[in-house]
């Protein structure tokens, strides 16, 4: 048991959770996130508070934000927006069918060296960007790096709204995009129509898998459709499921009315008891 509180780098961005250590900050207040490149300042949305989770493995806050890393923080916005604009511009001159993403900028340090600047991009294919990374790097005066993003890690790096009218789960909480296939959609029995399937990246939406399991469990004991079994109110034949609701539908062969039945009471092996052990 121990402390988390949870910080965000960009508004509705993607959350990290950290242990404040000895610092109990609040919501609204601009902490300092441990990073690669060294402690980077964020803001945190979620106020320090205790957890039933072990966090001995969870970074701890480097503290809370100074005067100078404001502006530092600052500096570093003022300078990815400036790279943003010149990168577009010098990829409208040179035709290259490339879009800028996201921008990202390093402040150079005495053991790192001069600065640098890393442009995420997405385009239909390999692009030869050798020019452009020679006019940028001369244009911004510092070390430029260009990186292609696929489609997921584009819709991951922007951000947006899914047709759940939530945050996109890839830019919230999702670490790995696990595969995702046509037949989760139709095990669900959902329309293959891939704008009703598709997320804001233009794949198959990540959120198929998470009710997946639950429908293979499903329809491992339960009766198929067109089976006939024998229900509480008679004999017939089921002509539906509903996995959220544990049941199947059942047109009886009495009057040929529909009943909904839970999925226990007519599988095989629920039966198979009854008639062992007849109350």
């Not at 910080?7 to 601009?30: A, K, M, T, W």
């Not at 890690?153 to 790995?176: E, K, M």
Request: aromatic content about 6%; overall charge neutral; charged content about 25%.
């Amino acid at each position: 048991m121990g402390m988390l509180c949870a910080v965000s780098f960009n508004r509705y961005g993607r959350l990290y959770y950290l242990d404040p250590g000895e610092l109990r900050p609040q919501v609204g207040d601009r902490v300092l996130v441990p990073t690669d490149d060294g402690p980077e300042v964020a803001e945190c949305v979620w106020a320090a508070q205790w957890v039933g989770e072990d966090t001995d493995g969870f970074p701890k806050l480097a503290g809370l934000a100074q005067e100078d890393d404001l502006r530092r923080d600052e500096l570093l916005r003022r300078r990815k927006a400036e790279a943003k604009v010149a990168a577009k511009r010098l990829i409208r001159e040179h035709g290259l069918p490339m879009k800028v993403v996201a921008v990202d900028h390093v402040l150079g340090t005495p053991e790192t060296g001069s600065d640098r600047t890393t442009v995420y991009f997405t385009a239909p294919h390999r692009v030869d960007f050798r020019s452009l990374v020679r006019d940028l790097g001369a244009t911004l005066r510092c070390r430029v790096e260009l990186r292609q993003l696929s489609a997921r890690d584009s819709a991951r790096v922007q951000g947006g709204i899914g047709s759940c009218g939530r945050d996109l789960c890839c830019a919230t909480f999702l670490n790995d995009f696990e595969p995702v296939t046509i037949r989760m959609a139709k095990d669900q029995d959902l329309p293959l129509n891939p704008l009703r399937i598709s997320g804001a990246c233009g794949r198959l939406m990540c959120c198929l898998k998470y009710e997946h399991p639950l429908y293979q469990r499903f329809q491992e004991s339960a009766p198929a459709i067109g089976s006939r079994v024998t229900t509480a109110e008679g004999e017939g034949k089921v002509v539906g499921h509903s996995v959220p609701r544990d049941s199947v539908t059942v047109r009886l062969d009495a009057d040929g009315s529909r009943c909904s039945c839970s999925r226990a009471s007519v599988c095989a092996p629920r039966q198979a008891h009854d008639q062992h052990y007849p109350s």
